[in-house]
């Protein structure tokens, strides 16, 4: 599954009225393109092409996998207008929207994804300045949805990563960063909060980030689970003030294993591991105390960084136990990760100076898939 199939998916099985508002608004853009064409000028224009009126609208139900939508269908001064390609019995009109409307998120409203959306519903009275005119409007549309308020604070939980992938700039293949956050909602679902494409993972980048999301409503963070990106660690501190910190144990232990020998990493690895099967807080605390004792004789440098980490590696004991899992890594995101990196590999477009954010699945820019993640 490509991450264009990944999101097509979760846009589906997303709260209903999110698809149902995009379904609906790409639906009346195209037959209003279409009935200015059978116009011959745009709804409103002046032109001495005209051969027809718009002549209001009317209502018209259209059952689809995520509700009816009321559809508001142009009317004419003479003669009628039917979407035959949309409410034709048996057409499945529905799921093209919802591909294309996924294809937006991924990689902006070009002319040419709308000609293909319009070619592949046997839409056949539209010029390419037709065409182009529609997508001006799809993306106007896209963006107020990717932009739209985050609602479901408040957001306890709040999980940070961050990829490279390759793009085409200019004729050249640069490096990009993937910024992507998703959190639990107050609803104790996992929800994608944002997605952004930047040039260099640093701190400027994942202070604009994480500034965006907090205009947009992100609020309520108790805890924010990320690497240990100094640039990163900053910018939490400064937007999300009074949440506190967990640091990755995905991470740091491939940061721990580098001041081991190979031959003794799996003990190592194991070693620490154990420091997370236990119980209870206090035993966890206890259990990391002996594996620090443990690694002094042997591996100081080791033992150094176990001990230095303490605070931010074990933040999650804070936090009900049945949540520990989500908790102290970033895992997560892997997933999506991976599906963003092999989407990238066969082929990222970047758009203009800086790559685009839909190029890399930006579906998650704004309020993304749910999945079941109880929070107790």
Same mark, same amino acid.
């Not at 409203?109 to 005119?133: A, C, D, H």
């Not at 800086?354 to 890399?360: F, H, I, S």
């Given at each position: 599954?490509?991450?264009?199939?990944?999101?097509?998916?979760?846009?589906?099985?997303?709260?209903?009225?999110?698809?149902?508002?995009?379904?609906?608004?790409?639906?009346?853009?195209?037959?209003?393109?279409?009935?200015?064409? &059978?116009? #011959? %000028? *745009? +709804?409103?224009?002046?032109? $001495?092409?005209?051969?027809?009126?718009?002549?209001?609208?009317?209502? =018209?139900?259209?059952?689809?996998?995520?509700?009816?939508?009321?559809?508001?269908?142009?009317?004419?001064?003479?003669?009628?207008?039917?979407?035959?390609?949309?409410?034709?019995?048996?057409?499945?009109?529905?799921?093209?929207?919802?591909?294309?409307?996924?294809?937006?998120?991924?990689?902006?409203?070009?002319?040419?994804?709308?000609?293909?959306?319009?070619?592949?519903?046997?839409?056949?009275?539209?010029?390419?300045?037709?065409?182009?005119?529609?997508?001006?409007?799809?993306?106007?549309?896209?963006?107020?949805?990717?932009?739209?308020? &985050?609602? #479901? %604070? *408040? +957001?306890?939980?709040?999980? $940070?990563?961050?990829?490279?992938?390759?793009?085409?700039?200019?004729? =050249?293949?640069?490096?990009?960063c993937v910024v992507h956050a998703v959190a639990v909602n107050r609803e104790g679902f996992r929800e994608s909060l944002g997605l952004d494409v930047v040039t260099q993972e640093d701190g400027a980048a994942w202070l604009a980030f994480l500034r965006s999301?907090?205009?947009?409503?992100?609020?309520?963070?108790?805890?924010?689970?990320?690497?240990?990106?100094?640039?990163?660690?900053?910018?939490?501190?400064?937007?999300?003030?009074?949440?506190?910190?967990?640091?990755?144990?995905?991470?740091?232990?491939?940061?721990?294993?580098?001041?081991?020998?190979?031959?003794?990493?799996?003990?190592?690895?194991?070693?620490?591991?154990?420091?997370?099967?236990?119980?209870?807080?206090?035993?966890?605390?206890?259990?990391?105390?002996?594996?620090?004792?443990?690694?002094?004789?042997?591996?100081?440098?080791?033992?150094?960084?176990?001990?230095?980490?303490?605070?931010?590696?074990?933040?999650?004991?804070?936090?009900?136990?049945?949540?520990?899992?989500?908790?102290?890594?970033?895992?997560?995101?892997?997933?999506?990760?991976?599906?963003?990196?092999?989407?990238?590999?066969?082929?990222?477009?970047?758009?203009?100076?800086?790559?685009?954010?839909?190029?890399?699945?930006?579906?998650?820019?704004?309020?993304?898939?749910?999945?079941?993640?109880?929070?107790?």
């Open positions: 599954m490509d991450v264009q199939s990944w999101l097509r998916k979760q846009l589906e099985q997303a709260s209903p009225d999110l698809l149902r508002v995009m379904v609906q608004d790409f639906a009346e853009a195209l037959m209003g393109a279409e009935a200015d064409a &059978l116009c #011959g %000028a *745009p +709804y409103g224009e002046r032109s $001495l092409e005209r051969v027809n009126i718009r002549n209001g609208y009317r209502e =018209r139900a259209w059952d689809t996998r995520v509700g009816t939508i009321e559809l508001a269908i142009p009317k004419l001064r003479a003669g009628s207008y039917f979407p035959d390609w949309l409410l034709q019995p048996r057409r499945r009109a529905e799921q093209a929207f919802v591909s294309v409307i996924a294809d937006a998120y991924l990689a902006g409203v070009s002319t040419r994804r709308v000609e293909k959306l319009v070619q592949q519903l046997g839409v056949e009275r539209m010029s390419k300045s037709q065409v182009s005119r529609l997508a001006k409007s799809l993306d106007a549309i896209v963006e107020d949805f990717r932009t739209r308020p &985050l609602d #479901g %604070a *408040p +957001y306890p939980y709040l999980v $940070l990563d961050a990829l490279e992938v390759k793009c085409r700039e200019g004729g =050249r293949t640069v490096n990009a999301l907090v205009a947009r409503g992100l609020s309520g963070v108790k805890l924010v689970t990320s690497d240990a990106h100094p640039g990163l660690v900053d910018a939490i501190a400064a937007t999300l003030p009074g949440a506190s910190w967990q640091r990755c144990r995905t991470h740091f232990m491939r940061n721990l294993l580098t001041r081991v020998p190979k031959a003794t990493q799996s003990f190592v690895a194991t070693m620490v591991r154990s420091i997370f099967a236990q119980p209870d807080a206090d035993t966890v605390q206890e259990q990391h105390a002996r594996v620090v004792a443990q690694l002094e004789e042997r591996f100081p440098a080791a033992a150094e960084l176990l001990a230095e980490a303490a605070p931010d590696l074990l933040a999650f004991t804070g936090f009900p136990k049945e949540h520990w899992r989500q908790l102290w890594s970033n895992n997560s995101l892997e997933r999506l990760n991976k599906e963003i990196r092999r989407r990238n590999e066969r082929r990222v477009a970047c758009q203009g100076a800086r790559p685009t954010t839909r190029g890399a699945g930006g579906g998650d820019r704004d309020r993304g898939s749910r999945v079941e993640v109880r929070r107790g």
